[in-house]
């Protein structure tokens, strides 16, 4: 009788194992890592969920994905961070060389971005804002097309480089130099 519990609870842990594994290895929100240029001297790592007929942003009482005015990591599964190699101006602050998460509190109008030296946590709950070093309020565009899959890029012109979150109908841009 006792094989047959330990047998029976070995399969289980086996079953729980392979099941972790497999979602480890094949996210349901993929992990992608994007850089400025070939020199790779900024990339942004996040996951990229879908919108899937979800409504994406807008009020807790709608039962938005991502509620305005509240936390959120700006991606899925881990927090999203940028890691820089040199000195970037972010409204009038630099953020010097090395790794830094960001999040986001999105709003109707406008979105509030953070750099924060905390990476070490999945991102689940907001980081401590002590460890916050640069923020910047930046307004909404509203896109005339959705996106399905969150994304993240750098676009440019010829006075900034931007960071472009996109995602449903919604685009924030954050100008860097």
């Known amino acids: ?55 994406i942003f807008g009020n807790v009482s709608d039962e938005a994905l991502v509620p305005y005015d509240a936390y959120w990591r700006t991606g899925a599964n881990r927090h999203t961070y940028i890691e820089n190699n040199i000195d970037l101006n972010i409204d009038g602050n630099t953020l010097f060389p090395g790794k830094y998460s960001i999040y986001t509190i999105p709003g109707e109008n406008e979105w509030e971005v953070y750099f ?23 307004p909404v565009i509203n896109l005339l097309n959705g996106v399905e899959q969150f994304t993240i890029e750098f676009e440019n012109d010829s006075i900034f480089n931007y960071i472009s979150i996109k995602w449903d109908l919604t685009k924030v841009v954050i100008p860097f130099k």
């Not at 070490?120 to 930046?138: A, C, H, L, Q, T």
């Open 1 to 55: 009788m006792k094989r047959k519990i330990l047998y029976s609870l070995l399969i289980i842990v086996a079953i729980f194992l392979a099941y972790a594994a497999y979602v480890v290895n094949n996210p349901v929100s993929p992990l992608e890592t994007v850089t400025l240029n070939d020199d790779s001297d900024v990339s942004i790592t996040y996951s990229r969920p879908f919108k899937n007929d979800r409504l």
């Open 116 to 138: 924060n030296t905390n990476v070490n946590y999945f991102g689940v709950s907001r980081p401590s804002e002590s460890d916050d070093i640069i923020s910047v309020k930046v």
